[in-house]
């Protein structure tokens, strides 16, 4: 079944309307589309929705008029610092794009800039910025439960330009200590193609050592694209499987008829 969950528009920071991204998804044959944009942040305005009853109302008028060729669902993107309101969504993607630091609001994938500005804030010790960024993340999770965690390691997005994480055996331990401890919360995680499509990354969210560990302890996994753009709402998804099923995985999970069920991959 070809499905995603992680999709923006531009309601937000998306190169495509919804439409087309829906027009996009029903010639690529998907059985469902669940849209992602990003949630209110009153810390930062520059790129997410300001209205989202505007938002829902947009997706649940596709909903209706492609009903009979896909099923839409109206989730949304949340940032860890914002919660929305629950009972408004289909899903909600909880993300983790900012650290709390000193009372201020950083963006840790908004460009190289703002990630060499976190960098910063704990004095080039690559460590301590990620210890603090999972130890926050991690807590959001066991809060909130969000039905799908989004690419859990995103400080690594610009890593094979800095080369400070990935091929580092102590990141490798924190990474792992702190992926256990997500995964005792009943969420699904995304393995996330997003980088790959912007050319950032040649490899998807989490980084490989993440996706044994995951299988190793049954976690539950779907694949998304964070898509921004009509054309990449599929993004690598066929070579992405291929590594699943070499690492051991046979289902992913994907939202249908309602309710997140297993799908054989
Ligand atoms: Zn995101
Ligand atoms: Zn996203």
Redesign the pocket.
């Known amino acids: 079944m070809l499905t995603n969950y992680h999709t923006h528009t531009v309601i937000t920071d998306g190169k495509s309307t919804a439409e087309e991204v829906v027009l996009s998804a029903i010639n690529k044959g998907f059985s469902a589309l669940g849209f992602s944009d990003?949630a209110y942040t009153s810390y930062d305005l520059s790129y997410c929705m300001k209205d989202h009853g505007k938002y829902i109302k947009t997706i649940n008028e596709l909903k209706e008029k492609y009903k009979n060729e896909i099923q839409i669902y109206c989730g949304i993107?949340e940032d860890s610092w914002e919660f929305v309101d629950r009972d408004n969504f289909d899903y909600i993607?909880g993300?983790k794009?900012y650290m709390l630091i000193n009372g201020g609001y950083y963006p840790v994938?908004s460009g190289e800039k703002t990630y060499e500005k976190c960098m910063e804030l704990f004095n080039g010790d690559e460590m301590a910025f990620a210890k603090t960024y999972y130890e926050q993340f991690v807590s959001y999770i066991k809060e909130r439960r969000p039905d799908i965690v989004?690419?859990f390691d995103?400080i690594t997005k610009y890593d094979e330009k800095y080369i400070v994480f990935l091929n580092n055996p102590q990141y490798h331990s924190l990474s792992e200590k702190y992926m256990d401890y997500a995964l005792e919360n009943d969420v699904i995680f995304e393995i996330n193609t997003?980088a790959m499509a912007k050319e950032l990354r040649t490899s998807q969210y989490p980084y490989i050592n993440l996706l044994h560990l995951m299988k190793k302890r049954n976690a539950r996994i779907t694949i998304s694209s964070?898509s921004h753009h009509k054309d990449t709402i599929d993004f690598a998804f066929e070579d992405i499987k291929h590594m699943l099923r070499d690492i051991g995985f046979e289902h992913i999970y994907v939202l249908y008829d309602g309710e997140f069920k297993k799908d054989r991959i």
């Open positions: 990003h993107e993607v993300s794009h994938d989004g690419h995103l997003g964070d």
